[in-house]
């Protein structure tokens, strides 16, 4: 825990960093509040009348059905949390399990295995894959999730690797394996603890590219399939915004952006927290 | 010699595998064609006839097999969609996807460097932060709301109304930039963030090595430290960066440019293939991408050579 503490003191001092905190927890509180049904929970109900502006009742007016702009965004919360944290979690954990797995028997066939599927996944262009993938699943709501995770896990894996291979001729990883403890043991106790900052970025970073990720997908017809989206409220913009109706592109836009400034403010304060040498800053 | 055929035998391997890959999701999970060739009320026999003719009643590997044979005999085939032959078709894409995104991809390369210098040369300083500042914001910043922020800004009423909102009629040079302003703005502020950040980092590396310190005791002046120093020093980094990412921004960023603004290049070509189950059209474009990632990795270990003797 001790690791911990100096985290969050490194954190405490950096502004920037503990800003992109605050906007992030804020984030969080509103998804809750959507998820738990205090919030947003008129986004699909069409009262008013077509492309009302904004005003006290509507706050950012309505779209072209009538449903109440600044609700649809609020719920979005919702689905940008679910997108993120399932993307990011999953991603992290399969790059640490695979670049463990090849960190750990560096040069051997597990290791070239795990390189060759992460160049032959690099190698094919990001959109065309998860467009292929979710064009394979078609119909499965997870298929946008599923071709991100695929895609997502090899730059944690390619650190993480590095990073154990890095450990493994550490003293405590070779008295570990001296005493006889089996190597799964060694490698879920002793060494991916230690590459937990590691991760902790990498899961911010896939975090805002999932996010990222689910705009352009639904742009294309590829991405949400039920609900709403930041990404649906642009795709539906596009062709408003020629006629000059921007509440929908304005709304999605702020707070699209704001959540990834946030973000990517607390990334780079946990990356100069965990390693003040490298700082960006 | 050892290392080039390392890297060729590397290359095979990867070009199996991304073939692999894609048939796997793009065919043999792909869409069903039968029913989009034949008419309505089809007999079992024309369904029968339609199906052999596809390949779809063949095994898995002999598929596959077939699959790689297209490949290296390099029959493309014709469009299922068009009836246009594949390698026509790719002839009178690649050249608008080129000219349309060259540009951007060297401008925000270069933008990239010189903002990156700039930051890592006064490195902590307001001049740095603000560089470094605006660099994080333009990474928060989906492509798709600067591309609908630029279209507005320049091309409806609503702003200057300078460019055409979308299409590509150009037949020579005023039109040709009439009509590629706007994605180009576009794929600069997209990338311009990722760029300068990368650079930066490079180049505050480079700043800090000890041969630095030295050649700033003995008196060499900021100009010749950046140029003779850091940035020789850099050419691996830079290279690296830049030649990867050709085949991602030329295939996605494309994708989306092309798809937003219905322009007739390889990336709205390979969309509308993948969303119709065009397997000729994919098998194509899948393999380019492959075999152009291998050139560039043959392509980057000769230019390493050239520019860190270290390697060679």
């Known amino acids: ?281 | 010699m050892s290392s080039a055929l390392r890297t060729i035998l590397n290359g095979l391997a990867l070009i199996l595998g991304v073939t692999f890959v894609s048939f796997l999701l793009m065919v043999w999970f792909g869409p069903d064609q039968t029913y989009t060739l034949i008419g309505k009320n089809a007999t079992a026999q024309q369904i029968a006839d339609v199906r052999h003719e596809l390949g779809y009643d063949q095994p898995f590997l002999t598929r596959y097999a077939g699959f790689l044979a297209d490949l290296a005999t390099l029959d493309l085939g014709t469009s299922n969609a068009s009836g246009e032959r594949v390698s026509r078709m790719l002839a009178r894409t690649v050249p608008v996807t080129l000219a349309l995104m060259l540009p951007g991809f060297l401008l925000g390369n270069l933008l990239g460097i010189a903002l990156g210098l700039a930051a890592a040369r006064r490195r902590g300083q307001w001049s740095d932060r603000l560089i470094s500042g605006l660099s994080v914001s333009g990474m928060s910043i989906s492509f798709l709301i600067i591309i609908i922020a630029l279209q507005v800004l320049l091309s409806t009423p609503y702003g200057l109304n300078l460019f055409p909102v979308r299409g590509w009629q150009v037949s020579d040079l005023p039109s040709y930039l009439h009509y590629v302003t706007v994605p180009t703005a576009a794929l600069v502020l997209v990338t311009l963030g990722y760029n300068t950040r990368f650079y930066r980092a490079v180049f505050v590396e480079e700043y800090g090595r000890d041969h630095i310190r030295t050649a700033r005791a003995f008196g060499a002046s900021p100009a010749v430290i950046m140029w003779r120093h850091v940035l020789k020093n850099s050419l691996v980094p830079i290279i690296t960066r830049f030649l990867f990412s050709i085949p991602l921004v030329v295939i996605s960023g494309s994708l989306l440019i092309e798809s937003y603004f219905g322009i007739p290049g390889v990336g709205k070509v390979t969309f509308e293939a993948i969303t119709s189950g065009d397997q000729p059209v994919l098998k194509a474009v899948v393999a380019l991408t492959a075999v152009a990632f291998v050139l560039i990795q043959l392509v980057a270990d000769m230019l390493y050579r050239v520019v860190d003797p270290r390697v060679a």
């Open chain 1, 1 to 281: 825990m001790a690791a911990v503490q100096r985290l969050w003191f490194r954190l405490r001092g950096d502004r920037a960093g503990m800003a992109g905190l605050v906007i992030v927890a804020v984030f969080a509180l509103l998804a809750l509040g959507v998820w738990f049904g205090l919030l947003g929970q008129e986004w699909a109900a069409a009262n008013g009348g077509r492309w009302e502006p904004a005003g006290p009742q509507y706050w950012f007016g309505t779209n072209v059905l009538g449903q109440d702009i600044f609700e649809r965004s609020l719920y979005s919360v919702r689905t940008a949390f679910e997108i993120g944290l399932v993307v990011a979690l999953l991603s992290t954990a399969l790059g640490a399990a695979l670049g463990a797995l090849a960190g750990w028997y560096s040069h051997g066939w597990i290791d070239a295995s795990v390189l060759w599927l992460k160049g032959v996944l690099d190698s094919i262009p990001f959109y065309l894959f998860v467009a292929a993938v979710a064009f394979a699943l078609q119909g499965q709501p997870w298929a946008m999730h599923v071709a991100m995770i695929a895609t997502f896990w090899t730059g944690t894996g390619r650190l993480v690797r590095a990073e154990v291979m890095k450990l493994r001729t550490r003293e405590f990883v070779l008295a570990a394996e001296a005493i006889g403890l089996p190597d799964l043991l060694i490698l879920l106790r002793h060494v991916l603890p230690n590459t937990l900052p590691i991760l902790l970025v990498q899961a911010s970073i896939a975090f805002v590219a999932a996010i990222k990720t689910e705009v352009i997908l639904s742009f294309l017809g590829l991405g949400v399939q039920h609900g709403v989206s930041w990404g649906l409220m642009l795709a539906e913009s596009t062709q408003e915004v020629l006629a000059g109706h921007f509440n929908n592109f304005l709304a999605a836009s702020l707070m699209l952006f704001a959540l990834l400034l946030g973000f990517n403010l607390l990334a780079d304060a946990l990356q100069d927290a965990f390693d003040p040498r490298q700082a960006t800053q």
